[in-house]
């Protein structure tokens, strides 16, 4: 009896020792997915203004479909955190629309780019969302308000395709960004 148990424990210990490189292969395989970082395309960060960029509110009017070309300019906001946190995702309103440091009382709102200070509706109306996708078509996984290159309040066009407008969302994937120089809200982007 003692011999059967001694030789189930060497079974049951050889066992685990060949799932054990099995577990640390797959876990270090992983690990190294993870820790690949995901870029910003180098091309996406434009130098020119993009040709005929309409404000959101006009581009939304022209009724695009989707697949459509589009250039649409407007400030990153129109919520509290306007960065998806762990992707490229963010969302733009209409430059029409003021934000709480435009309507010159800027210290009452902690967050000026939330555009709360505007009514809701005339604020949804008003806004885009923009992803930046890689290679798969899904959007990037980088949190761009940790990035740097894009901030709250900034004035941006963005160019690229509709992904859609339904549910009063209207989605634009990014091919181009271009950020206004001597934007007059620069002093208030932190």
């Given at each position: 009896?003692?011999?059967?148990?001694?030789?189930?424990?060497?079974?049951?210990?050889?066992?685990l020792?060949l799932?054990?490189?099995?577990?640390?292969?797959?876990k270090?395989?992983?690990?190294?997915?993870?820790?690949a970082?995901?870029?910003?395309?180098?091309a996406?960060?434009a130098t020119?203004?993009?040709v005929?960029?309409?404000?959101?509110?006009?581009?939304?009017?022209?009724?695009p479909?989707e697949?459509?070309?589009?250039?649409?300019?407007?400030?990153?906001g129109?919520k509290?955190a306007p960065?998806?946190?762990?992707?490229?995702?963010f969302?733009?309103?209409?430059?029409?629309?003021?934000?709480?440091?435009?309507?010159?009382d800027a210290?009452?709102?902690p967050?000026?780019?939330d555009y709360?200070?505007?009514?809701?509706?005339?604020?949804?109306?008003?806004?885009?969302?923009?992803?930046?996708?890689?290679?798969?078509?899904?959007?990037?996984p980088?949190?761009?308000?940790t990035?740097?290159?894009?901030?709250?309040?900034m004035?941006?066009?963005?160019?690229?395709?509709?992904?859609?407008?339904?549910?009063?969302?209207?989605?634009?994937?990014?091919?181009?960004?271009?950020?206004?120089p001597?934007?007059?809200?620069?002093?208030?982007?932190?």
């Amino acid at each position: 009896m003692k011999h059967l148990s001694s030789v189930c424990v060497l079974s049951a210990c050889s066992l685990l020792a060949l799932a054990i490189p099995a577990c640390d292969d797959t876990k270090s395989a992983a690990d190294s997915q993870r820790g690949a970082t995901a870029a910003l395309p180098a091309a996406l960060m434009a130098t020119t203004e993009p040709v005929g960029a309409l404000k959101i509110l006009d581009a939304r009017k022209a009724a695009p479909k989707e697949g459509d070309r589009v250039a649409v300019i407007g400030r990153i906001g129109g919520k509290r955190a306007p960065f998806v946190s762990n992707k490229a995702v963010f969302t733009i309103v209409d430059p029409t629309l003021q934000s709480c440091v435009e309507m010159g009382d800027a210290d009452h709102c902690p967050r000026p780019w939330d555009y709360c200070c505007e009514e809701k509706t005339a604020l949804a109306n008003a806004m885009a969302s923009v992803e930046v996708v890689g290679a798969d078509g899904k959007p990037l996984p980088i949190a761009l308000a940790t990035e740097g290159t894009l901030k709250p309040l900034m004035l941006v066009a963005v160019e690229g395709t509709v992904q859609g407008q339904e549910g009063g969302v209207f989605l634009i994937r990014a091919e181009r960004i271009y950020r206004y120089p001597n934007d007059p809200l620069a002093d208030h982007i932190k």
